[in-house]
């Protein structure tokens, strides 16, 4: 078993203190009590729940041989007091791992909307190259060849690079990534050195974190120091402004033609950047324009983003997960151009997030669908219907409003005529629906097709 002394700890991580110093030899690491194991260096992280510093001796008593504080506490063993115990996780990461991501091409995509479909056209871009290429994102991981549960849409910093020495050592020689600028502020990717990365766009979400559009562009913008290469959508503002401050950025818009000759299976003007991105960071590999080609082609959809849901029925369904204004008015958009009829929509907003965006997204469905049902999301800890009436805004009565999403999907399947397009946006491949009682089962797909087949 792999294993560094404490001093190699010290040496890298140089605190300000040492508290009972030793020459203790640490085999894992860690910062979850449930995951310690006998001889784990064990990170004491605030949160704002609760304080990992009152963990420690639960820690101890699970075998961990040394901790990494804040402040000291009163257990008998060695303690690293730092400023910033989760700031120290990743470099301590990355050391105990043997810096994986300097074995592994790592290729990460960043941005707003569309990470997830950049991410899969890549993977099977590597996949037709002959590569054995990881898969990290918020629906599916592969690890080594192999399935993995999914969790943070991009992992705390020791499960991530524990992941990539997975890869490496399983025989991986790439990975494909989503990085999230949450990820980034809060440390999770430092440590990791991307290959390529590549920016889609940049749009509103997330101000309930960052503050300002302009400190959430500033998350992505740090992500690119620790990137060889930059592949950059510059049809989007924040995408011009970021190719202007890396001049070695390699550029792609709507008409910049670097699918030209590939048959694009998916549906949508977006997808085609999406597809663009993927095929340029592809490019940065070293993969050949044929090669791409034949990826880009294999395959046939990405769950839960612009996914046709068919049983049968003489008007077309698509889940998707737009849960942005911009994504939203982008899915419509796309739905409108299939169409030949109308196009109906189910939608809501998530609770506990950004809520400035929520009239914007009841603008966005107003304009972009016939029909619109305005109905929960992931209500999460917030009141489903105080988060709608902020959905609504001025536009009180444009919107059916229904509370219950399954029945919300039902209204909309049973009013759909031929030639119609149905749209359930927000959850995409989502497995369970939030409340504030919990999680329920709940995957849009699922309930889309039952119905479906009541009908």
């Not at 395959?299 to 737009?322: L, N, T």
């Amino acid at each position: 078993m792999h294993s560094l002394t404490l001093r190699d700890f010290i040496i890298a991580l140089r605190p300000a203190e040492v508290v009972n110093e030793s020459q203790a030899e640490i085999r894992d690491v860690a910062y979850d009590t449930r995951t310690v194991q006998p001889g784990a260096l064990f990170f004491c992280l605030r949160g704002s729940q609760s304080d990992g510093h009152t963990l420690a001796p639960a820690a101890a008593a699970a075998g961990a041989t040394a901790l990494v504080v804040e402040e000291r506490v009163g257990v008998g063993l060695p303690q690293l007091v730092v400023p910033d115990s989760r700031a120290a996780m990743p470099p301590a990461a990355a050391l105990f791992f043997r810096e994986p991501t300097h074995e592994l091409d790592v290729a990460g995509v960043t941005g707003t909307n569309g990470k997830t479909t950049t991410a899969f056209l890549l993977h099977a871009i590597l996949e037709s190259a002959g590569r054995r290429a990881g898969l990290l994102t918020n629906i599916e991981r592969l690890v080594a060849g192999r399935e993995r549960p999914t969790g943070l849409n991009t992992p705390e910093a020791i499960d991530l690079q524990r992941l990539f020495r997975e890869m490496v050592d399983g025989g991986d020689d790439s990975c494909v990534m989503e990085a999230t600028s949450i990820a980034q502020v809060e440390g999770r990717l430092a440590g990791t050195h991307f290959a390529v990365l590549v920016f889609t766009n940049l749009t509103q979400d997330h101000l309930d974190y960052h503050g300002t559009m302009e400190g959430y562009y500033e998350a992505k913008r740090a992500l690119f120091e620790q990137a060889d290469a930059a592949v950059v959508n510059v049809g989007d503002e924040y995408g011009r402004r970021l190719a202007a401050e890396l001049p070695d950025a390699i550029t792609f818009d709507a008409g910049s033609g670097v699918l030209d000759g590939v048959d694009l299976k998916l549906r949508g003007a977006f997808n085609r950047l999406n597809a663009a991105g993927a095929a340029l960071a592809a490019r940065a590999l070293g993969v050949d324009d044929e090669t791409v080609k034949r990826g880009i082609e294999s395959v046939g959809g990405v769950p839960g983003r612009f996914e046709s849901i068919e049983e049968g029925q003489p008007f077309s369904v698509i889940v998707d997960y737009a849960h942005t204004p911009d994504s939203l008015a982008n899915v419509l958009r796309a739905a409108g151009e299939m169409a030949k009829g109308d196009v109906i929509a189910v939608f809501g907003a998530g609770g506990d997030r950004d809520r400035g965006k929520r009239p914007l997204m009841g603008a966005a469905a107003a304009e972009g669908a016939r029909f619109a049902i305005l109905t929960s999301d992931n209500p999460r800890s917030e009141d489903p219907e105080a988060i709608m009436r902020e959905v609504e805004g001025e536009r009180k009565n444009e919107f059916y409003v229904e509370v219950d999403r399954r029945t919300a999907i039902e209204r909309a399947l049973a009013m759909a005529r031929p030639g119609d397009v149905v749209v359930l946006a927000g959850r995409g491949a989502e497995p369970e629906q939030e409340l504030v009682t919990g999680k329920i089962p709940f995957d849009d797909r699922q309930v889309a097709r039952d119905i479906l087949r009541r009908l």
